[in-house]
């Protein structure tokens, strides 16, 4: 008979133990040690006895496969795809729960199906019944696109098998189980076995394989980081859930760049393509009031502009408030010091407010100068003319840094039809060709005093 054997395996980072620990010393989690029972299976035993041969060939003499890429038909997808679905790749869609992942894959399903190719989309979160509802809501009937409730990893695979569809989608890897295990569905062993075998169908049959995975409080995909690391390509889709706005992120793609990003918006009938994010993402912006300043921030290789507002208003606490939306709140504490330290500014008695308009969250510190310079412009109540457009990092003593890319990020703000940019001295710019006038500026002091616009509020933008 065969022997089993006891293993503790750490949920958060998948290390596996021989006895109970409190703490997993990989990871230092606490608590995240569960047991499982492992029956080695007989190919496993019999392999063990198997004296390994393997063979090595000249790499000159691999044939190269040119690698059809197949479009989704969804060109945002395409893009963070690095050009389309891969067949074998697999892709695995992470994202917290209700921002739209099944959506996402739903109409990508149709949307290959409506070119006549099979779609098999396994789901084992709903009955067929809600995701026909899903899809009718959506208006993707196709009768391409194959729907099955399915759990069980074996019968998926056997199902993957038969069909030899053209693209297949698992909705979720934390539902799909392995009946031979012990461990429970959605636990680490589990998670990692139905992946691996899931993965070994798609490539031995050339199929591209899509896997949704649900992500953690702490934001990272639920099951180990060894899930990322077997599959060819990881999206993070993203986004707040009380804006429309979803952004879905490469972060590794063995098929591509990584600093791909798609942006959509979520509406009554499914996830639509922004073709114009900067425009959408500033057009609510009210130029007249103090506080609001322009950026633009680099997404991978993509230029967005974004506006961050500042409210600055006298505290009644002990403690003034300090809110960041959008931004890192530890950056904005470091900013809050230099404005008070270096430019004498008098925060500590004033509650301030950072939030970045449309629900963006920005992590470049070449936003620091527009942070600052919104703050500024709120506690000074003077307002940042219109038609500037402002990037800089800022340094502890004041200093505007510069920022990569600072002529992509121009170009895409004269698109816009801005006139002004404010950026470091340093950095390379040579906006020729554009209608944008360049003001290179090397301290905050400067920036300000180029920034803000002189004369009365409410003025007509000139
Ligand atoms: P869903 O794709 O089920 O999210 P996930 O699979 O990532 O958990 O999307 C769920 C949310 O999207 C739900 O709150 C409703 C909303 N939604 C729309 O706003 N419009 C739509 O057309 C659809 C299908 C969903
Ligand atoms: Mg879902």
């Known amino acids: 008979m065969a022997k089993t054997s006891v293993r503790y395996v750490c949920q958060s980072c998948g290390a596996v133990f021989p006895r109970w620990m409190g703490k997993c010393s990989d990871c230092s989690e606490w608590n995240s040690l569960q047991e499982e029972r492992t029956a080695p299976s007989p190919s ?120 030899h569809p053209a693209v297949v989608v698992v909705d979720s890897i934390q539902t ?69 706005y979803r952004i879905l992120r490469a972060v590794k793609n063995r098929f591509g760049s990584t600093d791909e990003i798609g942006i959509f918006e979520m509406g009554g009938e499914g996830l639509r393509e922004v073709e114009n994010p900067s425009a959408t993402l500033l057009a609510e912006r009210s130029a007249s009031t103090h506080g609001s300043v322009v950026t633009s921030t680099l997404d991978g290789s993509r230029p967005l502009l974004v506006e961050i507002q500042a409210l600055v208003a006298r505290s009644f606490l002990s403690n003034p408030r300090r809110t960041a939306t959008g931004i890192d709140l530890n950056r904005l504490h470091m900013i ?28 470049e510190p070449a936003t620091d100068l527009a942070v600052a310079l919104a703050v500024a412009s709120s506690f000074r109540e003077e307002r940042v003319d219109p038609e500037v457009i402002v990037v800089g990092e800022v ?35 040579a906006a020729r060709g554009t209608s944008i006038t360049v003001e290179t500026v090397s301290s905050l002091d400067d920036a300000l005093a180029k920034a803000l616009r002189r004369g009365s509020i409410g003025a007509k933008r000139g």
């Open 336 to 363: 809050l010091a230099v404005l008070e330290k270096r430019l004498g500014l008098r925060l500590g008695d004033q509650d301030v407010y950072v939030n970045v308009a449309g629900g963006m969250r920005v992590i």
């Open 44 to 163: 496993a035993r019999a392999a063990s006895n198997r004296v390994p041969s393997g063979s090595a060939v000249p790499i000159t003499s691999i044939a190269a496969r040119s690698s059809g890429r197949l479009t989704t038909g969804i060109s945002e997808l395409d893009r963070a795809l690095g050009g389309g679905l891969v067949d074998g790749g697999v892709v695995l869609v992470g994202g917290d729960p209700g921002i739209g992942k099944s959506t996402l894959l739903t109409q990508m399903a149709f949307k290959v199906a409506g070119g006549g190719k099979t779609v098999l989309y396994v789901s084992g979160e709903e009955s067929p019944q809600q995701v026909r509802l899903r899809s009718e809501r959506l208006g993707a009937l196709s009768e391409f696109l194959l729907v099955a409730s399915e759990t069980d990893v074996a019968t998926i695979c056997s199902l993957v098998e038969s069909i």
């Open 395 to 429: 340094g502890l003593s004041g200093e505007v840094r510069s920022v990569p890319q600072a002529e992509l990020r121009l170009k895409e703000a004269a698109r816009l039809g801005f006139s002004r940019a404010i950026v470091p001295a340093h950095s390379k710019v």
């Open 176 to 244: 799909t189980y392995d009946s031979s295990l012990d461990s429970a569905p959605g636990s680490v062993t589990q998670i990692r076995d139905c992946a691996m075998q899931l993965a070994r169908t798609a490539k031995q049959l050339g199929i591209p394989l899509l896997l949704i995975g649900h992500v953690t409080k702490e934001g990272t995909l639920a099951g180990p980081r060894v899930l990322e690391h077997m599959v060819d390509t990881v999206l993070y889709f993203e986004g707040d859930r009380h804006h429309n």
